[in-house]
């Protein structure tokens, strides 16, 4: 089979996706980005229709859901269990609150009053039952499963994209192979800096792009229900897997430099960070 690289760039997940390929062929790239399709429109919180959405309008039944679906609750509440509480997939609720509520393309409006409101803790209000596959969530509970679908379906789909390849899902970016020149694929960090891998993940968490009006943006603090202050503006992270990528660099982030890095340290894993700069009543993000 020949080594060309094959390339494939697409909009989903409300994020730009690339999936590249050595000798796996154009129709793998194209199984994969279908693949990652029908995981939007199965995950989405913005259509009515989805999967998801049925979830969260449960009113606390215990609703059948599909193997793909329970599969990602089950890693929303390890995600939750591995970071202490801080990724918590529960934060639908503080997301429409700070304005969220369409796709970021959209175009979105900073709320004259947020409040804060600690989150839920998520297994207080997801329960989820093997022996029925089946779901029931608390009703005023709903879920955000963005991050933790792009951490997971990028583990799954760098088997489908054969044995030397790139699976990078809006940040969450998984690799396995030699790569073009034989020694890794080379992959950018957020200070420029970059790492050769044969195997593994990085993961980009960061408060720089996805802003709107004077001080909102998506990365929600589950201890307060309010954007986060963070000292941080980005951090990648490089680790065995995408989910554990997306899990420890939103830790991080959230925790701030010094308990981020410790955290990261403690953990063993590669890491790149930008500092926010520090403007008028809170932190902004350098590259403003």
């Not at 913005?46 to 679906?69: H, I, K, M, Q, T």
Request: aromatic share 6%.
């Amino acid at each position: 089979m020949s080594r060309e690289l094959q390339t494939r760039h697409f909009d989903a997940l409300g994020s730009t996706c690339e999936l590249l390929s050595l000798g796996s062929g154009q129709a793998a790239l194209e199984r994969c980005e279908q693949w990652v399709r029908d995981a939007e429109a199965r995950f989405t919180r913005f259509l009515p229709d989805s999967e998801l959405a049925g979830l969260n309008a449960g009113g606390g039944r215990y609703v059948p859901v599909s193997p793909e679906l329970f599969a990602m609750l089950e890693a929303a509440l390890w995600a939750y269990g591995e970071s202490d509480g801080l990724v918590n997939a529960a934060v639908l609720p503080a997301l429409l609150a700070a304005g969220y509520d369409r796709p970021f393309r959209q175009g979105l409006t900073e709320p004259g009053v947020v409040n804060s409101m600690p989150l839920p803790r998520l297994p207080d209000v997801l329960i989820l039952d093997q022996a029925t596959r089946s779901a029931a969530l608390a009703p005023a509970a709903a879920l955000d499963l963005g991050g933790i679908v792009k951490g997971a379906l990028a583990d799954i789909l760098i088997d489908e994209l054969g044995e030397d390849a790139v699976c990078n899902l809006g940040g969450d970016l998984r690799v396995r192979g030699a790569g073009p020149e034989g020694d890794g694929w080379h992959i950018g960090l957020c200070d420029q800096s970059a790492v050769a891998l044969r195997d593994g993940a990085v993961c980009t968490s960061g408060i720089t792009r996805r802003r709107w009006g004077h001080s909102m943006h998506h990365l929600i603090d589950p201890r307060t229900g309010l954007p986060a202050k963070t000292d941080l503006a980005e951090i990648s992270v490089v680790t065995d897997s995408a989910l554990r990528g997306e899990v420890y660099a939103k830790c991080a982030m959230l925790m701030g430099a010094a308990a981020g890095i410790a955290f990261l340290e403690a953990r063993g894993v590669h890491y790149a960070l930008v500092p926010a700069i520090t403007a008028g009543d809170g932190m902004l993000p350098a590259a403003a």
